[in-house]
């Protein structure tokens, strides 16, 4: 099962058995999209790491990484479940 943390609140995802992967910072982001990933191609999954970048050198909110790395998971089959609190 896949989990991921992300800015500015958590968002969980399950996708291959046992897998857990926790992102709280735009650099582990950028690990988990780099090394971890499901999928590395698509449309969505280049997309957020363009928008890790975006936030790195702000160009861009964190919350807009949130949401393309959403769009990523969804691409790659991961589903996801948006928790708030």
Do not use: H
Request: with cysteine; proline share 6%.
């Amino acid at each position: 099962m896949w989990r991921l943390d992300l800015l500015p609140g958590p968002c969980c995802s399950s996708g291959e058995p046992g897998r857990r992967l926790i992102v709280r910072t735009v650099q582990e982001a950028v690990n988990a999209l780099m090394k971890d990933w499901p999928s590395d191609d698509g449309e969505e999954f280049l997309s957020a790491v363009e928008a890790c970048l975006d936030v790195m050198v702000g160009n861009a909110d964190p919350s807009e990484l949130r949401k393309a790395i959403i769009r990523a998971a969804e691409e790659s089959g991961v589903a996801v479940i948006t928790v708030l609190y």
